[in-house]
């Protein structure tokens, strides 16, 4: 096989065919119960959101089932080969479950089967924090006044939390997950559900960003769908962060 640093980089090895995902969708999971919480602190300059369980276990809200239902519809309107017969997911509640909407919805208009297989990859969960876990930005300036400085110094890229991760770990784990996206999934659509970072960290490597191209992306959004499709031995971009099918 094919290193995935060698087929990313646009070469074959000298005797061996390139595997690839005929083509692959990303998408972040619905709008979560976390991410309305945190946009009203973040607006009003709150020290605490209103959320007790873990980062794991932070579920929907109502609008992002919506999104996810919507998505599903998006999927199941595909041309019938670009139809995902396979899905990679985060483990974490609110991808799990737009998953499994989004898998309802495809399914239930009989685009695909209802039996679809479901990959649980502990690679695709969130990026972790560390002692930054579930604090507000007003928080974090005032708890962790030096990490914050240090935090704006280096940049998101290269930031990592004490006890957290930075995007380029993040990256590390991607790159590991695209070997095996390789190797399991050659030839055939794959639909990957994960979270923002994950997403933007396969948008890095896949299309080769400097950093500066990297930090000038918007945020991904939630059950955006972007697209990268095999051509000549490797993922070439066909669509980043829509939000059409949302509408």
């Known amino acids: 096989m094919t290193e995935i640093s060698t087929i990313l980089n646009g070469h074959r090895g000298r005797?061996?065919?390139?595997r690839l995902p005929a083509l692959l969708i990303a998408t972040r999971h619905g709008e979560s119960t976390a991410n309305v919480e945190f946009r009203h602190?973040?607006?009003s300059g709150a020290l605490s959101v209103p959320i007790t369980s873990r980062d794991a276990d932070i579920p929907l809200s109502i609008r992002g089932q919506a999104q996810a239902q919507a998505l599903g519809r998006w999927w199941a309107a595909l041309p019938p080969a670009d139809r995902p017969r396979s899905v990679w997911s985060s483990p974490y509640l609110r991808t799990a479950e737009t998953t499994r909407i989004a898998l309802a919805q495809a399914s239930g208009l009989g685009a695909v089967p209802v039996n679809l297989p479901i990959r649980y990859d502990e690679r695709l969960r969130?990026?972790?924090?560390?002692?930054?876990?579930?604090?507000?930005k007003a928080a974090i300036e005032k708890e962790h006044p030096a990490e914050a400085v240090r935090?704006?110094?280096m940049g998101e890229l290269h930031y990592r939390p004490p006890g957290g991760e930075s995007w380029l770990d993040v990256a590390l784990r991607?790159?590991?997950?695209?070997r095996?996206?390789?190797e399991e999934e050659d030839g055939r659509p794959v639909l990957v559900v994960a979270h923002d970072c994950t997403v933007l960290m396969l948008r890095y490597i896949l299309d080769r960003l400097t950093e500066q191209q990297l930090l000038a992306l918007d945020a991904v959004r939630n059950c955006s769908?972007?697209?990268?499709?095999a051509d000549r031995g490797r993922l070439v971009p066909e669509g980043w962060n829509a939000t059409g099918h949302l509408d």
Do not use: V
């Open 15 to 18: 005797s061996e065919e390139s």
């Open 151 to 153: 935090r704006r110094r």
């Open 225 to 229: 769908a972007s697209l990268w499709r």
């Open 174 to 178: 991607m790159r590991s997950l695209l």
């Open 180 to 182: 095996d996206l390789a």
């Open 41 to 43: 602190a973040d607006a």
């Open 126 to 136: 969130d990026r972790e924090l560390g002692i930054l876990e579930m604090l507000t």
